[in-house]
């Protein structure tokens, strides 16, 4: 009889492994092709791991802030202006659905057994390096292979857009480089792998003049060194960060605004921006209303067209739709999350994960809204490459090595 035979646990954490590969297979092509695809294929990995699923002592801070925003989501649905108008428009329901299935995901990268886990690395640096090197030629020729193959689809697209959608493969690109080239390095792969991934990211930003893509290369740069050189400080700082984020953004904009240097540097921003501080400006003045239980869910949608869909920064969303309790709730998670990085001797690993959360925090302060299930997907698939990287290196020299837990 195998040890797999014998060891049903076994079986579950190949099993497991072999999702998350499969599931690094299809990154450049979903990237590619419409994040939106995420949300599905994030979904069927969870229900193919769900029998994994658990939560462990480590988790119960992050697990907690969860269970607080989806009760809170799902009652605030009593007073939310916006009423779904069937099941698919029902966003409490499938954040219920989303947090059960993304978090089989995170328990299927921590159990993966070292030789699927090895597996699932290599795939996803092959698939980053080849997504890079696809982004690098679309950067260089305005996305000629995606309107190429638009054409001979049936379905032309406008160059602009086409740009744009190439743009938002780009954000898929940089959010998961960091967990692929340190996969990459850990399983012996050929370091030139990271060359396509890097130049992919930065051209994107640079030849498509996109903002946000850059901020977050800077962002998630910065952190990941800082957290490297300053092991024990540098996460607990990244942690009061984001907690300041999420609890202070609408009192930020507010003193802004009555020191007169908000309407100053709104009226010299490109319009994107100024679109976006509109929002948020619009959006300050209306979570004055009810500051403490928000609008409720979904509440965003109703304030077109002062706010077009949602304000385009997690924090005023939550704080809008949410109230305190939402923004404090999303606070604990992601200071938990940072401040769990915190260890005694530098670590690429969590200088990775630092990273990775830099740049994830940065996009949801300026480009989408914190609903969104391909961006929450994302999310998920990009914590599950951070932990596969960090488990990695457990393998390699398990004496040295810290539990995942810490």
């Known amino acids: 009889m195998t040890d797999g035979a014998a060891n049903p646990q076994a079986r579950v954490s190949a099993w497991s492994g072999w999702v998350l590969a499969g599931l690094f297979v299809l990154v450049p092509f979903a990237a590619w092709g419409g994040p939106l695809a995420f949300a599905p294929i994030l979904a069927l990995a969870g229900l193919l791991t769900l029998r994994g699923l658990r939560i462990i002592d480590a988790d119960r801070p ?210 994107s921006w100024e679109m976006r501080m509109g929002y948020w400006r619009r959006a300050v003045a209306w979570i004055g209303d009810h500051p403490m239980r928000g609008w409720g869910l979904d509440a965003s949608r109703m304030f077109s067209p002062g706010i077009k869909l949602h304000p385009h920064d997690t924090a005023l969303q939550l704080w809008l739709e949410l109230g305190l309790i939402g923004a404090t709730a999303a606070a604990v998670f992601w200071a938990t999350i940072l401040a769990g990085l915190s260890q005694p001797t530098r670590d690429p690993a969590r200088a990775v994960g630092a990273a990775t959360a830099a740049a994830y925090l940065t996009y949801s302060a300026f480009s989408f809204g914190v609903w969104q299930e391909w961006f929450l997907a994302i999310g998920a698939l990009a914590a599950a490459a951070c932990l596969l990287a960090a488990r990695q290196r457990a393998a390699e020299a398990p004496s040295t090595a810290r539990p995942l837990s810490e």
Do not use: H
């Open 62 to 271: 992050a697990a907690i802030s969860v269970v607080v925003i989806l009760a809170w989501s799902l009652g605030s649905m009593a007073w939310s202006p916006y009423t779904p108008s069937d099941l698919e428009g029902a966003t409490a329901f499938k954040l219920i659905a989303q947090a059960a299935l993304y978090w089989a995901v995170l328990c299927a990268a921590r159990d993966a057994t070292p030789g699927t886990r090895a597996a699932a690395l290599r795939i996803l640096a092959w698939s980053l390096a080849a997504l890079g090197l696809l982004i690098s030629i679309e950067t260089a020729t305005g996305a000629w292979v995606y309107r190429a193959l638009r054409d001979a689809m049936g379905d032309p697209i406008r160059p602009d857009l086409a740009v744009k959608n190439v743009a938002q493969a780009g954000f898929v690109l940089a959010l998961l480089t960091p967990a692929a080239a340190l996969g990459a390095i850990r399983t012996g792969e050929s370091r030139w792998l990271i060359l396509p991934m890097a130049a992919g990211s930065v051209g994107v930003g640079l030849l498509f003049a996109t903002d946000a893509p850059l901020v977050a290369l800077v962002a998630a740069l910065a952190s990941g060194l800082a957290v490297y050189r300053w092991p024990v400080v540098a996460p607990r700082v990244m942690a009061g960060m984001a907690a300041t984020f999420f609890l202070g953004a609408p009192a930020i904009v507010w003193a802004a605004q009555k020191l007169g240097v908000y309407a100053m540097v709104e009226a010299r921003m490109p319009l």
